[in-house]
């Protein structure tokens, strides 16, 4: 078997290496690859690559030749496998419709980039269209790919962490008690939840809260996070050395967001055995069991959001109790090894050898 991986989502290639790690050690030939390497066209912000020859993507795919492409975003690398008859399984790492209606609810309002999403998608259609299957890492967006195309072949694969990079280090000096967020604001749907922080933060002015992320509506939520005293802002820290160390020394793990696929970040402060709490959105609840592997709040509720950090902050045992059932959870159902068995037998139930 020979896979080809093709990888252009947004700080995924780290993820895309793991599964290809894992798949060399179950005797697959794979190679990993970066997709705008070997396809790109129109729209581009670069005019030199509206026109791309097919060559380089053509060289790739005869020294390679692979049995199976893998892509983790749709885009002219899924269309070009296509049209070269070989199977294509697009590895779908998010909502894509849903993250697409918000785009054009707000960075995309003007014509000319309406235009572009319209082209965009029109790419990505066809990726769907013409793929072999369908591979959401959640039933959560399982159920939405049904909705769409619902004579396709569409298997879960989830996502994977390694658990050896996982272990407690030497942390950052923050203030305790704390409470620790690491997500980014790149999509409002996900990042506006954050407004109700303000309320929380006000009912626990002796707790610390420090946000670790950046992103595109930055500025439309943290002039209200910092007017208060007991907020940090700490940017972007470097993955995965800062965020170890960032996740070592909060007491407790919280993920505020209006829309979530699966939520890594709760993956990795699990195999850190931090207690969690999180938003009840999208494919949170498959990875978090309430009041067991950790808290889950609806959204818009912050005096839940109170009563749970408290709970949490005053009551350590539990709190352990909690972060050992996660850790045990994430590492038996999250580690790449499985996720790339499960990725061949997808492959083999689809008959491809």
Known sequence: MRILIASGAKGKFEWMQELSNSLNKLDVKCKLVKDSDYARGFPSKRLSEWIYSHKKFENLINDFKPDVVLIDRQTYFGTYTIKSKIPLFVYLLGNYWLEIESAKKTLYKNPIMRLVIW??????????????????????????VKEKYPKKNIDILSVGVVPSVWETTSGMHLKHPCVGLLQTAN????????????????AMPNVMFYWAGDGTYRDKILPLLKKHDNFKWLGSISYPDEVKEYLSEIDVYALISGLDTLGVTLLEAMLMKKPIIATNVGGIPEIIEDGKSGFLIEKGDHEEWINKLRYLINNKQKAKEMSEIGYKFAKDNFNWDKIAKNLLRIINSRNIS
């Open 187 to 202: 999509i409002w749907l996900k990042t506006k939840e954050l407004l109700i922080l303000p309320k929380i933060m006000e």
């Open 119 to 144: 082209l965009r998608g029109r790419t990505a259609k066809k990726c769907f269209e013409g793929a072999t299957a369908i591979l959401p890492i959640t039933k959560y967006i399982e159920k939405e």
